[in-house]
Every structure is written in structure tokens, then in C-alpha cells.
């Protein structure tokens, strides 16, 4: 009845399986991948057709972790599986962001790839195997999938990395690293780390990359037995309309690109794409959609040829120079600290407030319930970018890039002995032109400075991209938005004077050598520390006094045979 496909290997001190052909048969592609005995089934849909107008790619990824799992019903009035938990919404965010850029340019049919947990052991973590399930998954699919990837969590111990630690010991350690990467290059990094210096988190990478070749091997291995035909996908030839609309437009594109502010260099390029509208208005519907496309990559041509031939940017900066900083701290009156970030256009009011334990954010999972005393919470309205848009619950966007910067700021919170308040900070953004996250790690710091919380030392964040070409590249400090949509990667590092506390990168190529890693690395610190400078005019350290507004917590010790009097 089941034409039952199997792989497997020793990974880490224990038996990693991939398994297709037994379970969701009627999906493109379905992987059961175990680990230890932690099993997450991902299942890939495609749509086999192409909706009408349709000019990007729809990839929807879904993780769920069934409570059933870990042996637990959910807490609560309900009694099942309901919206996306905030680590559901994170590793959906995992999945995604280093297989969507392996599809080709131009591929527009609708793909689901749906991970659950089915069984979770305590020990071996859900998350990097639902990576690994999926990337599986999509590679025996049949669907155009240049994979595929590996997946790999990494720890640091007493000076050693350690393979696939629990979760809770990687956070306990020095580092939680996690990445994914092909057999040739890293596709994404995402970490936090208790200021660890470049060299050791350069190594933490190389090593991951090696432990996600054997994955990656192992899925080719299971490709070659069970793996669909492939899709015939047919990519258009678009140079000829590329081509004309340069001619037409490329000129004003330029000029448009020299405009260093951001309101004028929008309107400019708008009459730009209107004017390329107009000579293509006879056209039928697909060569406007197709023209319209097109003049992002004339744009990018311009932008990226500008940047490597001479190092010009849009903006007239050099490529390792920051934007203007402006940091005011006790902004708000009320509020129990408070401050305004300001970097070039992007800003951010992030505010603190100081609560008991009673004000401790309870999270039930598959882990059990949990109790947190540190929050960060990101908005992005849409006046924020000058367009009108949805405003309500926050995206998965909101909450990835308030996870960023709560990894960031995590490593330097004082101990629950030291200062017993729950701890929450607000990010506002009210401004966006580049990375609102790290604007969001340095208001954050001076927020909580303000409010008298003793952080360890200061935390300062920065955003690096890069323009490759061939074996020619360029690595970017502090990127604008257009050099983040129109470049190769988007590379963000946070820390101290002391070390690395965070880092997150999302490529858009097949991935980065160990030169250009090591490179951006060594640009990002000359970066932060120019950052921390600049905040330190604000404030240099954390206040002695709470202010007025906010709780008092008294701790006292008293002698064991005067409790009752007490009471």
C-alpha cells in the first residue's frame, strides 16, 4: 500500500530520519523527518497554474506545534491548537526566509508549505528539524526548488561549539545560533549571544555550515529515491522590454537616485514609472505587467552599477559611513523612561515601563507554561513609510523584527536579584528609511537607561547590505530601504563595546563566501561603535533613580525566627 522512501544518519549523538511515501501522499512533496523522538511532518502544495496578473511569488509557510505532541492540552477557555503563537510565527519565519530566495526569478505559482510538530522529546528542538522537513519536502516536491538546504542549531560552551543543544541550554550558554545554508554557501543566520567578539561568531557560522552540508547531503540522498519529476518551467526572455524602457527612463532613473531625500527621490521615480506606463499602454495586459517588473531592474542596474564602479550611493554616502544621529532620552513625561532615536529617516519613540511580578507574561507552549519579565513589543504603522495601509494586529514582520532587537537587548538585562521589575519596552516606529530594528535596539537601551534600569552597557545596532556581482562586491553600513530592496543581502548586527549580542542575515543570492561574512562583520563593528558614541551624548549610563511614576519594589532579609512577627 505505502511506497515508504527512508534516509537516515548520526547527527549529534543521535539518529536523524527522513521519511516520504507513508503519510499526506496526495501533497507535491511530504516529508516525516525525526530527530531523537521529536517528529515534524511538512507537507508542500503548488499551485499547477499561474492566476491572472499575478506579479510575485505567493509562498505562504506555516508552522504549528501540536500540543498533543508533548503530552498537554492547552491552557485556557479553548482546548485546541488556535492563531499562531509568537515561536510558531518566528519559525514560519525561519522556513521562509532562506527557501524563497532558491526559486527562480519569475516563478509566480502559489506554494504552501505546512510543518507540524507531532511529537516533541524535551530534547531535541522542533524548530531547526521543521527547517529541515521542508526543505526535504520541497526538494523531492518536483517543484523548481534550487535547494536544497540544511539546517542547524549551535551552542557555545566553556569555549566549544556544541551541536543542536536543547533551546533552554543554548540560551543559558553563550550563544543560540541558528542557521541554513546550502551545500555551497549560508542562505540565513539568525542568533543572540552574551557579547561574543567576531571571530567567535564567524567561527560559530563556518561550523554550522559544515554540519548543514550533511544535511543537505542527506536530502539529496533522499531526492535520488523518491524525488517527482520536475516541473517544466518556462521563464520568459525579457531583456528586449529591459532594454527599451533603460533607453526610456534610464536617464531620469539617475537623476532620480542622486535625490537624497527620500519624499523627492519617491516622487521622481514615480513620474519615472508613470512615464514607462504610458509607452507601453497599447501593450496587452501581460507585456504592462511584465514592463512595470521591469523597471525595478533597471533601477537596480543603476543603483548596483553605481555602487561598484565608484562607490557613489543614493544618498551621497560613503559606503561605511552612518546617517546623522540624534538621541534624546526622557522624552515623555509620564512614561517610566523614554526616548527618541533619530537615524537619517528612520525613527523610533521606544518607551519602558517598570511593572511586579504579577505583570510577568505568562506563555504556554509545548514546553509547558513559562513566565518571562522581559518584553518587546515593535509597531510599524504604515505613516511611518508615508502610505496608507492596514493598521491593527501586528504582522509577522512586527513580531520577528521585536524578537531582533529583544535578543539584542536580552544579554545585558540585569539579573531578577539585581532589579525585580517586569521589564517592558514599546518600539514606535514613526519614520522608516532602513532598518527600524536597530533603531528599535537603540531606543530601546537608552529607553531603559532612562528608566533606571541597570543594563550592563549599552547596546547599539546596524544594518549592512551587499552589492555582488560576479566575484566583484561591496558591503554597505547602515542601508537605506532602497539599498535593502534593490540589494543582496540584508545583514544586521547588534552589540556592545564588548561583543556581538545579536546578528541576523537574509540573502537574496545563493548565498555568501566566508570573505564577504568576514568583511561585513568588521564594517558592522566600526559601525556600532560610531553608534554607541552618538548615544552616549544622550545618556551614557543607566540612571540611579526610578522615576516618580513608577512602582516601588523593597527587598529586605530578615532573621528566620522574626517571620512570624513579621506576619
Not at 516529508?31 to 511569488?57: N, P, R, W
Not at 546623522?324 to 518607551?351: K, M, N, Y
Amino acid at each position: 500500500m505505502f511506497d515508504v522512501k527512508t534516509v537516515s544518519m548520526e547527527w549529534g549523538g543521535k539518529t536523524l530520519t527522513l521519511e516520504t511515501g507513508r503519510i499526506a501522499r496526495q501533497a507535491d512533496g511530504a516529508v516525516l523527518a525525526t530527530y531523537g523522538e521529536t517528529v515534524v511532518l511538512c507537507a508542500v502544495t503548488a499551485a499547477k497554474s499561474v492566476k491572472e496578473g499575478q506579479d510575485f511569488f505567493p509562498l505562504t509557510v506555516h508552522y504549528q506545534e501540536k500540543y498533543f505532541a508533548a503530552g498537554r492540552i492547552p491552557g485556557g477557555f479553548f482546548k485546541r491548537e488556535r492563531g499562531a503563537t509568537e515561536k510558531e510565527t518566528l519559525v514560519s519565519r525561519l522556513i521562509d526566509r532562506p527557501v524563497r530566495p532558491l526559486f527562480p526569478e519569475g516563478f509566480y505559482n502559489e506554494i504552501n508549505v505546512i510543518a507540524q510538530v507531532l511529537s516533541y522529546d524535551g530534547e531535541c528542538e522542533p524548530d531547526v528539524l521543521a527547517m529541515i522537513a521542508a526543505s526535504a519536502a520541497l526538494t523531492i516536491s518536483g517543484v523548481p526548488f534550487m535547494g536544497p538546504i540544511g539546517a542547524v542549531r549551535v551552542g557555545h560552551v566553556d569555549g566549544e561549539y556544541t551541536l543542536n543543544p536543547r533551546q533552554d541550554a543554548a540560551a543559558a550558554g553563550d550563544l543560540d545560533l541558528v542557521v541554513a545554508a546550502t551545500g555551497n554557501a549560508v542562505m540565513m543566520v539568525e542568533s543572540q549571544a552574551r557579547e561574543l567578539s567576531e571571530e567567535i561568531m564567524l567561527g560559530a557560522v563556518l561550523f554550522a555550515h559544515d554540519e548543514c552540508k550533511k544535511v543537505a547531503n542527506l536530502i539529496i540522498d533522499l531526492a535520488e529515491k523518491a524525488a517527482k519529476d520536475p516541473w517544466e518551467v518556462t521563464i520568459s526572455d525579457n531583456s528586449a522590454i529591459k532594454a527599451k524602457l533603460k533607453d526610456l527612463i534610464g536617464k531620469d532613473i539617475a537623476a532620480a537616485y542622486k535625490l537624497t531625500d527620500k519624499s523627492a527621490r519617491s516622487n521622481a521615480l514615480n513620474a519615472a514609472r508613470d512615464k514607462a506606463k504610458a509607452a507601453f499602454a497599447s501593450e496587452d495586459a501581460q507585456t504592462q505587467m511584465v514592463a512595470i517588473k521591469s523597471v525595478k531592474k533597471v533601477e537596480a542596474d543603476i543603483v548596483r552599477g553605481a555602487i561598484l564602479k565608484d562607490g557613489t550611493r543614493i544618498d551621497g554616502r560613503k559606503v561605511d559611513q552612518v546617517r546623522p544621529i540624534e538621541a534624546i532620552v526622557g522624552f515623555l513625561p509620564r512614561t517610566h523612561g523614554s526616548s527618541l532615536f533619530t537615524r537619517g529617516e528612520t525613527q523610533a519613540i521606544c518607551t519602558t515601563t517598570l511593572g511586579t511580578k504579577d505583570a510577568e507574561q505568562m506563555v504556554d507552549g509545548l514546553e509547558g507554561l513559562s513566565y518571562h519579565n522581559f518584553m518587546l513589543h515593535y509597531n510599524f504603522p504604515p505613516y511611518s513609510v508615508g502610505e496608507v495601509g492596514r493598521f491593527g494586529a501586528p504582522s509577522r514582520r512586527d513580531t520577528g523584527h521585536g524578537k531582533l532587537a529583544w535578543r539584542a537587548l536580552q544579554a545585558v538585562l540585569p539579573s531578577k536579584e539585581e532589579f525585580p521589575y517586569t521589564i517592558r519596552v514599546v518600539s514606535d516606529i514613526t519614520e522608516s528609511n532602513g532598518s527600524s530594528s536597530m533603531a528599535t535596539v537603540c531606543g530601546g537601551a537608552l529607553s531603559m537607561m532612562d528608566a533606571g534600569v541597570p543594563l550592563k552597557r549599552p547596546v547599539s545596532g546596524i544594518a549592512m547590505g551587499l552589492i555582488l556581482e560576479g566575484d566583484k562586491f561591496t558591503v554597505l553600513s547602515d542601508i537605506l530601504g532602497d539599498e535593502d530592496h534593490l540589494g543582496d543581502m540584508d545583514f544586521k548586527v547588534a552589540g556592545t563595546s564588548e561583543g556581538i549580542t545579536t546578528m541576523q542575515m537574509d540573502i537574496k543570492v545563493a548565498g555568501i563566501t566566508r570573505e564577504i561574512f568576514e568583511a561585513a562583520l568588521q564594517q558592522a563593528k566600526g559601525g556600532r561603535a560610531h553608534i554607541l558614541g552618538e548615544m552616549t551624548k544622550a545618556l551614557g549610563s543607566a540612571r540611579t533613580e526610578l522615576s516618580a511614576h513608577a512602582p516601588r519594589i523593597e527587598t529586605i532579609s530578615i532573621d528566620k525566627s522574626k517571620i512570624r512577627d513579621v506576619i
